[in-house]
Protein backbone atom coordinates (compact mmCIF):
# COMPACT_ATOMS: atom_id res chain seq x y z
CA UNK A 1 0.00 0.00 0.00
CA UNK A 2 2.76 1.98 0.83
CA UNK A 3 4.25 1.94 -2.75
CA UNK A 4 0.86 1.43 -4.49
CA UNK A 5 -1.74 2.83 -2.86
CA UNK A 6 -4.56 1.56 -5.01
CA UNK A 7 -8.19 0.77 -3.71
CA UNK A 8 -6.84 -3.33 -4.55
CA UNK A 9 -3.80 -2.63 -2.20
CA UNK A 10 -6.20 -0.99 0.49
CA UNK A 11 -8.47 -3.57 0.42
CA UNK A 12 -6.32 -6.51 1.15
CA UNK A 13 -4.37 -4.90 3.51
CA UNK A 14 -7.54 -3.79 5.71
CA UNK A 15 -9.24 -7.23 5.06
CA UNK A 16 -6.08 -8.92 6.56
CA UNK A 17 -5.51 -6.33 9.35
CA UNK A 18 -9.61 -6.84 10.23
CA UNK A 19 -9.06 -10.66 10.07
CA UNK A 20 -5.42 -10.67 12.17
CA UNK A 21 -7.52 -8.71 15.38
CA UNK A 22 -10.32 -10.73 15.63
CA UNK A 23 -8.06 -14.07 15.57
CA UNK A 24 -5.99 -12.75 18.08
CA UNK A 25 -8.32 -10.71 20.25
CA UNK A 26 -11.00 -13.69 19.92
CA UNK A 27 -13.58 -11.26 19.45
CA UNK A 28 -16.72 -10.61 17.78
CA UNK A 29 -16.16 -10.31 14.15
CA UNK A 30 -18.98 -7.17 14.21
CA UNK A 31 -18.30 -5.69 16.85
CA UNK A 32 -14.28 -5.00 15.48
CA UNK A 33 -15.61 -4.51 12.01
CA UNK A 34 -17.09 -1.33 13.36
CA UNK A 35 -14.74 -0.50 15.48
CA UNK A 36 -14.69 3.64 14.55
CA UNK A 37 -11.89 5.24 13.26
CA UNK A 38 -11.92 8.31 15.94
CA UNK A 39 -11.60 5.30 18.66
CA UNK A 40 -8.18 4.58 17.11
CA UNK A 41 -7.26 8.03 16.96
CA UNK A 42 -8.22 8.93 20.39
CA UNK A 43 -7.01 5.71 21.85
CA UNK A 44 -4.53 6.54 25.93
CA UNK A 45 -0.95 6.66 24.72
CA UNK A 46 -0.20 7.67 28.04
CA UNK A 47 2.71 5.94 29.71
CA UNK A 48 2.31 3.43 32.57
CA UNK A 49 1.37 5.34 35.67
CA UNK A 50 4.96 4.65 38.25
CA UNK A 51 2.13 3.95 41.18
CA UNK A 52 0.43 1.01 38.83
CA UNK A 53 3.84 -0.36 37.82
CA UNK A 54 4.52 -1.87 41.51
CA UNK A 55 1.89 -3.74 41.36
CA UNK A 56 3.14 -5.90 38.15
CA UNK A 57 6.04 -7.46 37.02
CA UNK A 58 8.93 -6.27 34.66
CA UNK A 59 7.34 -8.70 32.13
CA UNK A 60 3.58 -7.35 32.97
CA UNK A 61 4.90 -3.65 32.33
CA UNK A 62 6.85 -4.60 29.05
CA UNK A 63 3.78 -6.01 27.67
CA UNK A 64 2.25 -2.82 28.80
CA UNK A 65 4.70 -1.16 26.66
CA UNK A 66 4.03 -3.11 23.71
CA UNK A 67 0.27 -3.06 22.92
CA UNK A 68 -2.04 -0.42 22.45
CA UNK A 69 -5.78 -0.56 23.71
CA UNK A 70 -8.96 0.55 21.68
CA UNK A 71 -11.78 0.44 23.60
CA UNK A 72 -14.85 -0.01 20.89
CA UNK A 73 -18.64 -0.73 21.46
CA UNK A 74 -19.70 -4.57 22.40
CA UNK A 75 -22.64 -6.68 22.43
CA UNK A 76 -25.85 -4.70 24.60
CA UNK A 77 -23.77 -0.90 24.51
CA UNK A 78 -21.10 -2.23 26.84
CA UNK A 79 -17.39 -1.07 26.08
CA UNK A 80 -14.56 -4.06 25.36
CA UNK A 81 -11.25 -3.44 24.58
CA UNK A 82 -8.91 -4.66 21.39
CA UNK A 83 -5.50 -5.33 22.35
CA UNK A 84 -2.66 -4.00 18.85
CA UNK A 85 0.39 -5.25 18.68
CA UNK A 86 2.87 -2.75 17.31
CA UNK A 87 2.40 -4.60 13.54
CA UNK A 88 -1.21 -4.12 13.97
CA UNK A 89 -0.80 -0.10 14.64
CA UNK A 90 1.53 0.00 11.75
CA UNK A 91 -0.82 -1.16 9.01
CA UNK A 92 -4.02 0.59 10.64
CA UNK A 93 -1.82 3.90 10.38
CA UNK A 94 -0.78 3.22 6.61
CA UNK A 95 -4.75 2.44 6.03
CA UNK A 96 -5.40 6.00 7.99
CA UNK A 97 -2.87 7.62 5.77
CA UNK A 98 -4.30 6.28 2.18
CA UNK A 99 -7.63 6.47 2.86
CA UNK A 100 -9.26 9.61 0.65
CA UNK A 101 -6.22 8.37 -1.65
CA UNK A 102 -8.04 5.04 -2.20
CA UNK A 103 -11.50 6.62 -2.41
CA UNK A 104 -12.85 6.62 1.10
CA UNK A 105 -15.38 8.65 1.50
CA UNK A 106 -14.98 11.54 4.14
CA UNK A 107 -17.97 10.59 5.59
CA UNK A 108 -16.86 6.96 6.14
CA UNK A 109 -16.66 6.84 9.66
CA UNK A 110 -15.64 2.85 10.18
CA UNK A 111 -11.52 2.22 11.36
CA UNK A 112 -11.75 -0.56 8.01
CA UNK A 113 -14.24 1.23 5.56
CA UNK A 114 -14.42 0.11 1.93
CA UNK A 115 -13.75 2.35 -0.62
CA UNK A 116 -16.46 4.29 -2.49
CA UNK A 117 -18.78 3.02 0.56
CA UNK A 118 -20.34 4.51 3.69
CA UNK A 119 -19.74 0.54 5.69
CA UNK A 120 -16.84 -1.39 6.89
CA UNK A 121 -15.73 -4.71 5.94
CA UNK A 122 -17.17 -7.69 7.46
CA UNK A 123 -15.14 -8.99 9.62
CA UNK A 124 -16.53 -12.68 9.96
CA UNK A 125 -16.42 -12.71 5.93
CA UNK A 126 -12.79 -11.61 5.88
CA UNK A 127 -12.05 -14.73 8.78
CA UNK A 128 -13.74 -17.09 6.53
CA UNK A 129 -11.51 -16.24 3.38
CA UNK A 130 -8.54 -16.04 4.91
CA UNK A 131 -9.51 -19.53 7.20
CA UNK A 132 -10.23 -21.34 4.13
CA UNK A 133 -6.66 -20.37 2.24
CA UNK A 134 -4.57 -21.21 5.51
CA UNK A 135 -4.41 -24.80 4.76
CA UNK A 136 -5.96 -25.28 8.45
CA UNK A 137 -7.35 -29.23 8.96
CA UNK A 138 -10.58 -27.20 10.10
CA UNK A 139 -10.85 -24.28 8.83
CA UNK A 140 -14.39 -23.97 9.57
CA UNK A 141 -13.68 -23.79 13.21
CA UNK A 142 -11.35 -20.51 12.40
CA UNK A 143 -14.36 -18.18 13.50
CA UNK A 144 -15.02 -15.53 15.97
CA UNK A 145 -17.63 -17.66 17.87
CA UNK A 146 -15.85 -20.90 17.58
CA UNK A 147 -12.73 -18.87 18.80
CA UNK A 148 -14.12 -17.18 21.81
CA UNK A 149 -15.46 -20.82 23.06
CA UNK A 150 -11.81 -21.95 22.69
CA UNK A 151 -10.06 -18.81 24.97
CA UNK A 152 -13.02 -19.21 27.26
CA UNK A 153 -12.53 -23.27 27.78
CA UNK A 154 -8.81 -23.02 27.41
CA UNK A 155 -8.83 -20.89 30.22
CA UNK A 156 -9.58 -23.94 32.54
CA UNK A 157 -6.38 -25.23 31.83
CA UNK A 158 -4.52 -22.73 33.80
CA UNK A 159 -4.64 -21.99 37.70
CA UNK A 160 -6.93 -18.84 37.30
CA UNK A 161 -8.00 -17.20 40.53
CA UNK A 162 -11.82 -16.38 40.41
CA UNK A 163 -10.91 -12.65 40.19
CA UNK A 164 -8.73 -13.92 37.04
CA UNK A 165 -11.64 -15.81 35.80
CA UNK A 166 -13.88 -12.42 35.95
CA UNK A 167 -10.98 -10.65 34.04
CA UNK A 168 -10.97 -13.05 31.33
CA UNK A 169 -14.51 -12.77 31.16
CA UNK A 170 -14.59 -8.95 31.05
CA UNK A 171 -12.39 -8.65 28.36
CA UNK A 172 -14.34 -10.79 26.26
CA UNK A 173 -17.68 -9.20 26.87
CA UNK A 174 -19.36 -12.12 28.59
CA UNK A 175 -21.84 -11.01 31.82
CA UNK A 176 -19.91 -11.88 34.94
CA UNK A 177 -23.20 -13.02 36.72
CA UNK A 178 -21.42 -12.84 40.43
CA UNK A 179 -19.42 -9.94 41.54
CA UNK A 180 -16.63 -10.75 43.97
CA UNK A 181 -14.71 -7.84 46.34
CA UNK A 182 -11.01 -7.85 45.58
CA UNK A 183 -8.48 -5.27 44.89
CA UNK A 184 -8.17 -4.49 41.42
CA UNK A 185 -5.62 -2.68 39.21
CA UNK A 186 -7.27 -0.57 36.58
CA UNK A 187 -8.87 -2.45 34.24
CA UNK A 188 -7.16 -0.93 30.60
CA UNK A 189 -3.69 -1.93 33.10
CA UNK A 190 -4.92 -5.47 33.73
CA UNK A 191 -5.95 -6.38 29.80
CA UNK A 192 -2.31 -5.04 28.63
CA UNK A 193 -0.25 -6.89 31.19
CA UNK A 194 -2.43 -10.00 32.08
CA UNK A 195 -4.64 -10.83 29.09
CA UNK A 196 -1.99 -10.02 26.50
CA UNK A 197 0.21 -13.10 28.27
CA UNK A 198 -2.83 -15.29 27.71
CA UNK A 199 -3.65 -14.44 24.08
CA UNK A 200 0.06 -14.42 23.27
CA UNK A 201 0.45 -18.28 24.29
CA UNK A 202 -2.41 -18.98 22.76
CA UNK A 203 -1.37 -17.46 19.64
CA UNK A 204 2.80 -19.11 19.86
CA UNK A 205 0.48 -22.66 20.79
CA UNK A 206 2.44 -22.98 23.92
CA UNK A 207 -0.70 -22.80 26.66
CA UNK A 208 -0.59 -26.37 27.06
CA UNK A 209 2.86 -26.00 28.91
CA UNK A 210 1.32 -23.11 31.48
CA UNK A 211 -1.39 -25.76 32.74
CA UNK A 212 -2.01 -25.26 36.30
CA UNK A 213 -0.24 -21.77 36.27
CA UNK A 214 -1.84 -18.53 37.62
CA UNK A 215 -1.82 -15.17 35.24
CA UNK A 216 0.12 -13.99 37.83
CA UNK A 217 2.91 -17.15 36.87
CA UNK A 218 3.05 -17.13 33.66
CA UNK A 219 5.98 -15.58 32.42
CA UNK A 220 7.24 -15.61 28.42
CA UNK A 221 10.44 -15.10 27.37
CA UNK A 222 11.06 -11.58 26.65
CA UNK A 223 13.49 -12.16 23.72
CA UNK A 224 10.54 -13.83 21.83
CA UNK A 225 8.81 -10.72 21.64
CA UNK A 226 9.81 -8.08 19.59
CA UNK A 227 9.24 -4.94 21.98
CA UNK A 228 9.03 -1.64 20.50
CA UNK A 229 11.46 0.82 20.69
CA UNK A 230 9.52 3.61 21.38
CA UNK A 231 12.70 6.34 21.96
CA UNK A 232 14.55 4.65 18.57
CA UNK A 233 12.42 6.43 16.15
CA UNK A 234 13.02 3.35 14.18
CA UNK A 235 11.70 3.24 10.33
CA UNK A 236 8.20 2.07 9.46
CA UNK A 237 7.12 -1.24 8.51
CA UNK A 238 6.93 -1.91 4.55
CA UNK A 239 3.17 -3.12 4.61
CA UNK A 240 2.97 -4.06 1.25
Same mark, same amino acid.
Given at each position: ?6 P ?9 T??K????N?R ?16 D ?7 V???L???E ?5 H??R ?14 L =? ?5 A ?6 ? !? ?7 K??F???I ?18 D =? ?7 L ?5 R ?6 S??L?? !?N ?13 ? !???RE???LPE ?7 I =? ?14 Q ?12 E?E ?5 SGQ?E?DC?
Amino acid at each position: LKSDPSPQAYRELCRTTLAKIILFNRRRGGEVSKMQLSAFLERDTTPLHKDVAVGLTEFERQLCAHFSRVEIKGKRGRKVAVLL =SPDMVEAITQLISK !RRECGVPDKNTFLFAIPNCLTPYRGQDCLRVYAND =SGAQSPELLRSTQLRKHVATLSQVLNL !RNHELDQVANFLGHDI !RVHREYYRLPEATTQLAKI =SKLLLAMERGTLANLQGKTLEEIEIEVDELELSDTESGQSEVDCD
